[in-house]
Protein backbone atom coordinates (compact mmCIF):
# COMPACT_ATOMS: atom_id res chain seq x y z
CA UNK A 1 0.00 0.00 0.00
CA UNK A 2 0.95 3.28 -0.56
CA UNK A 3 1.81 5.86 2.25
CA UNK A 4 0.23 9.24 1.84
CA UNK A 5 2.91 11.83 1.53
CA UNK A 6 2.55 13.78 4.79
CA UNK A 7 4.34 17.37 3.91
CA UNK A 8 6.61 18.53 0.51
CA UNK A 9 8.90 21.61 0.79
CA UNK A 10 10.17 23.55 -2.04
CA UNK A 11 13.74 24.25 -1.56
CA UNK A 12 14.16 26.41 -4.21
CA UNK A 13 17.34 24.88 -5.85
CA UNK A 14 18.60 20.66 -5.76
CA UNK A 15 19.32 19.16 -2.70
CA UNK A 16 22.53 17.14 -2.53
CA UNK A 17 21.65 15.39 0.81
CA UNK A 18 19.36 15.61 4.09
CA UNK A 19 19.60 14.17 7.91
CA UNK A 20 16.96 13.83 10.42
CA UNK A 21 16.58 13.91 13.66
CA UNK A 22 12.81 14.17 14.66
CA UNK A 23 12.29 16.89 15.26
CA UNK A 24 14.65 18.90 12.87
CA UNK A 25 15.81 18.06 9.51
CA UNK A 26 18.72 19.38 7.83
CA UNK A 27 19.18 19.40 3.67
CA UNK A 28 22.40 20.49 1.76
CA UNK A 29 21.50 22.36 -1.29
CA UNK A 30 23.55 23.76 -4.49
CA UNK A 31 24.82 27.20 -3.76
CA UNK A 32 26.14 26.01 -0.23
CA UNK A 33 22.65 26.71 1.01
CA UNK A 34 21.89 24.99 4.11
CA UNK A 35 17.76 24.68 4.81
CA UNK A 36 16.76 23.78 8.74
CA UNK A 37 13.30 22.34 8.77
CA UNK A 38 11.49 21.79 11.96
CA UNK A 39 9.17 18.61 11.54
CA UNK A 40 6.73 19.39 14.64
CA UNK A 41 2.73 20.36 13.30
CA UNK A 42 2.93 21.04 10.12
CA UNK A 43 6.69 21.01 8.76
CA UNK A 44 8.22 24.20 7.83
CA UNK A 45 11.96 25.74 7.24
CA UNK A 46 12.83 27.25 10.15
CA UNK A 47 16.12 28.57 8.90
CA UNK A 48 18.11 28.98 6.08
CA UNK A 49 21.80 29.94 5.95
CA UNK A 50 24.57 29.88 4.18
CA UNK A 51 27.45 27.34 4.71
CA UNK A 52 30.47 28.42 6.40
CA UNK A 53 32.91 26.29 3.71
CA UNK A 54 33.81 28.07 -0.17
CA UNK A 55 32.68 25.29 -2.22
CA UNK A 56 29.70 22.36 -2.96
CA UNK A 57 28.43 20.44 -0.13
CA UNK A 58 28.73 16.80 -0.67
CA UNK A 59 26.84 15.55 2.46
CA UNK A 60 24.95 16.51 6.25
CA UNK A 61 25.07 14.75 9.72
CA UNK A 62 23.13 15.93 13.14
CA UNK A 63 24.72 15.60 15.85
CA UNK A 64 22.74 15.50 19.24
CA UNK A 65 23.75 16.97 22.79
CA UNK A 66 21.90 15.25 25.86
CA UNK A 67 19.61 13.34 23.95
CA UNK A 68 18.11 15.75 21.44
CA UNK A 69 19.21 17.59 18.32
CA UNK A 70 22.35 19.99 19.10
CA UNK A 71 23.79 20.89 15.62
CA UNK A 72 25.35 19.38 12.17
CA UNK A 73 27.82 19.05 10.28
CA UNK A 74 28.72 18.74 6.51
CA UNK A 75 31.29 18.67 4.38
CA UNK A 76 32.74 20.18 0.75
CA UNK A 77 34.64 18.99 -2.38
CA UNK A 78 37.53 20.76 -0.77
CA UNK A 79 38.84 18.67 1.71
CA UNK A 80 37.50 20.47 4.87
CA UNK A 81 34.17 20.14 6.74
CA UNK A 82 32.16 22.26 9.56
CA UNK A 83 30.58 21.80 12.33
CA UNK A 84 27.68 23.87 12.91
CA UNK A 85 25.75 24.48 16.70
CA UNK A 86 21.81 25.06 16.13
CA UNK A 87 22.14 27.44 18.63
CA UNK A 88 23.77 30.58 16.89
CA UNK A 89 23.17 32.78 20.12
CA UNK A 90 26.60 32.67 21.39
CA UNK A 91 28.94 35.21 19.13
CA UNK A 92 32.31 33.18 17.83
CA UNK A 93 30.96 30.09 20.04
CA UNK A 94 33.96 27.57 19.57
CA UNK A 95 31.27 25.13 18.74
CA UNK A 96 31.31 26.72 15.71
CA UNK A 97 34.20 25.79 13.19
CA UNK A 98 35.81 24.31 10.36
CA UNK A 99 38.21 22.05 9.95
CA UNK A 100 40.57 19.97 7.07
CA UNK A 101 40.79 16.54 6.35
CA UNK A 102 41.47 14.45 3.38
CA UNK A 103 44.49 16.08 1.90
CA UNK A 104 47.84 14.51 1.28
CA UNK A 105 50.69 15.42 3.97
CA UNK A 106 52.81 18.54 3.50
CA UNK A 107 56.07 18.53 3.02
CA UNK A 108 58.30 20.04 5.50
CA UNK A 109 59.76 22.48 2.54
CA UNK A 110 56.88 22.93 0.69
CA UNK A 111 58.65 21.47 -2.56
CA UNK A 112 54.86 19.64 -3.94
CA UNK A 113 51.67 21.22 -4.04
CA UNK A 114 49.19 19.42 -1.78
CA UNK A 115 46.43 17.25 -2.68
CA UNK A 116 42.93 18.50 -1.99
CA UNK A 117 39.93 16.11 -2.05
CA UNK A 118 36.28 15.73 -1.81
CA UNK A 119 34.66 14.91 1.48
CA UNK A 120 31.86 12.68 0.33
CA UNK A 121 30.39 11.50 3.54
CA UNK A 122 30.04 12.69 7.69
CA UNK A 123 28.63 10.62 9.80
CA UNK A 124 28.18 11.23 13.70
CA UNK A 125 28.33 7.79 15.92
CA UNK A 126 25.22 7.76 17.92
CA UNK A 127 26.22 6.71 21.41
CA UNK A 128 29.83 8.91 21.51
CA UNK A 129 29.06 12.01 19.20
CA UNK A 130 32.42 11.70 17.62
CA UNK A 131 32.10 11.87 13.88
CA UNK A 132 33.64 9.67 10.87
CA UNK A 133 34.35 11.14 7.38
CA UNK A 134 35.17 9.79 3.63
CA UNK A 135 36.69 11.15 0.73
CA UNK A 136 37.85 11.02 -2.78
CA UNK A 137 40.87 9.86 -1.42
CA UNK A 138 40.11 6.42 -0.33
CA UNK A 139 40.36 6.81 3.09
CA UNK A 140 38.04 7.24 6.18
CA UNK A 141 39.07 9.32 9.50
CA UNK A 142 37.41 9.33 12.92
CA UNK A 143 37.26 12.69 14.73
CA UNK A 144 36.73 14.30 18.27
CA UNK A 145 34.76 17.48 17.22
CA UNK A 146 34.87 18.85 20.88
CA UNK A 147 38.51 18.20 21.60
CA UNK A 148 38.71 18.57 17.90
CA UNK A 149 41.55 15.93 17.09
CA UNK A 150 41.59 12.93 14.87
CA UNK A 151 41.18 9.65 16.76
CA UNK A 152 41.99 7.46 13.41
CA UNK A 153 43.00 7.50 9.75
CA UNK A 154 42.63 4.40 7.52
CA UNK A 155 45.20 2.93 4.81
CA UNK A 156 44.09 3.89 1.48
CA UNK A 157 41.57 2.17 -0.32
CA UNK A 158 42.21 1.53 -4.56
CA UNK A 159 38.95 3.32 -5.10
CA UNK A 160 37.15 6.62 -3.67
CA UNK A 161 34.97 6.12 -0.64
CA UNK A 162 31.38 7.27 -1.17
CA UNK A 163 29.35 7.62 2.09
CA UNK A 164 29.39 5.71 4.83
CA UNK A 165 27.28 5.64 7.86
CA UNK A 166 27.12 3.75 11.39
CA UNK A 167 24.00 1.52 12.75
CA UNK A 168 22.02 2.48 15.47
CA UNK A 169 23.70 1.04 18.36
CA UNK A 170 27.86 2.45 16.75
CA UNK A 171 28.79 -1.08 16.76
CA UNK A 172 29.61 -1.32 13.38
CA UNK A 173 30.70 1.17 10.48
CA UNK A 174 29.43 0.79 7.02
CA UNK A 175 31.48 2.25 3.88
CA UNK A 176 31.00 1.88 0.34
CA UNK A 177 34.06 1.88 -2.38
CA UNK A 178 32.91 2.95 -6.02
CA UNK A 179 34.03 5.89 -8.46
CA UNK A 180 32.59 9.07 -7.49
CA UNK A 181 34.05 10.63 -10.57
CA UNK A 182 35.91 13.00 -8.91
CA UNK A 183 38.49 12.77 -11.88
CA UNK A 184 36.09 12.51 -15.14
CA UNK A 185 35.05 9.46 -17.24
CA UNK A 186 38.66 9.19 -18.78
CA UNK A 187 39.30 7.85 -14.87
CA UNK A 188 36.59 5.36 -14.71
CA UNK A 189 37.19 1.98 -14.83
CA UNK A 190 34.24 -0.52 -16.01
CA UNK A 191 36.16 -3.77 -14.45
CA UNK A 192 36.73 -2.25 -11.29
CA UNK A 193 34.40 -4.09 -8.19
CA UNK A 194 32.53 -2.04 -6.18
CA UNK A 195 32.36 -3.37 -2.46
CA UNK A 196 30.81 -2.03 0.71
CA UNK A 197 32.70 -2.77 3.60
CA UNK A 198 31.40 -2.99 7.64
CA UNK A 199 33.92 -2.48 10.06
CA UNK A 200 33.34 -3.68 13.81
CA UNK A 201 34.66 -0.18 15.35
CA UNK A 202 34.01 -0.96 19.36
CA UNK A 203 36.11 1.77 20.95
CA UNK A 204 37.83 3.27 17.75
CA UNK A 205 35.38 6.25 18.56
CA UNK A 206 35.33 6.68 22.07
CA UNK A 207 36.34 10.47 22.88
CA UNK A 208 39.81 10.30 24.20
CA UNK A 209 40.16 11.22 27.86
CA UNK A 210 41.11 14.82 28.81
Known amino acids: AHKAVVSTQSTGERVYAS ?3 YPVAVSVLAGRKI ?3 NLENHPAVHNTMEANLRYQLRDVSIFKKDGKPAGFGVCSIEGRAAI ?3 DN ?3 NSKDKFTFKCHRSAVQNDYSKPQDIYAVNGIKFHPIHGTLATV ?3 GKFSFWDKDARTKL ?5 LNNTITCCDFNHTGVYFAYASSYDWSKGHEFHNPQQKNYIFIRQVKD ?3 PRKK
Request: glycine share 8%; aromatic share 4%.
Open 152 to 156: KGSEQ
Open 204 to 206: ELK
Open 84 to 86: EPF
Open 19 to 21: DVI
Open 89 to 91: SVP
Open 35 to 37: KIL
Open 135 to 137: GSD
